[in-house]
């Protein structure tokens, strides 16, 4: 069974920082990339960061571009997402999701975690 579970949020200033972690457990093969959503109330989710286990390749969405960074540790089954220069419209709630490939649709996950906030205070 996949579990995923999501970790690091919580309440900063803007301009802060924050790094959220999701350690992955059960997962097998053909599961090749991990990804970052979020959430904000009344929107729909929304791309931030994928990653690939195997050489680590990444992709970003404009709004993060420069001031977010995906990263794993394939000894630790664990994803990272350090988040820059933080600003208000980043507050959601991120998920962390597996899938098969590098993808920023959510529908093509098939594993989630289950979300952690974060607030960004003006």
């Known amino acids: 069974q996949v579990q995923l579970a999501e970790s690091g949020g919580g309440l900063v200033q803007s301009g802060g920082s924050l790094r959220l972690s999701c350690a992955a457990s059960?997962?097998?093969?053909?599961?090749?990339?991990m990804g970052w959503f979020r959430q904000a109330p009344g929107k729909e989710r929304e791309f931030v960061a994928a990653?690939?286990?195997?050489?680590?390749?990444?992709y970003y969405a404009d709004s993060v571009e420069g001031r977010f960074t995906i990263s794993r540790d394939n000894a630790k089954n664990t994803v990272y997402l350090q988040m820059t220069s933080l600003k208000p419209e980043d507050t959601a709630v991120y998920y962390c999701?597996?899938?098969?490939?590098?993808?920023?649709?959510?529908?093509?996950?098939?594993?989630w975690g289950q979300g952690t906030q974060v607030t960004v205070s003006s």
């Open positions: 990653i690939r286990w195997s050489g680590g390749s990444t």
């Open positions: 059960g997962l097998t093969l053909g599961r090749n990339a």
């Open positions: 999701a597996s899938g098969g490939l590098l993808t920023t649709t959510s529908r093509r996950y098939d594993y």
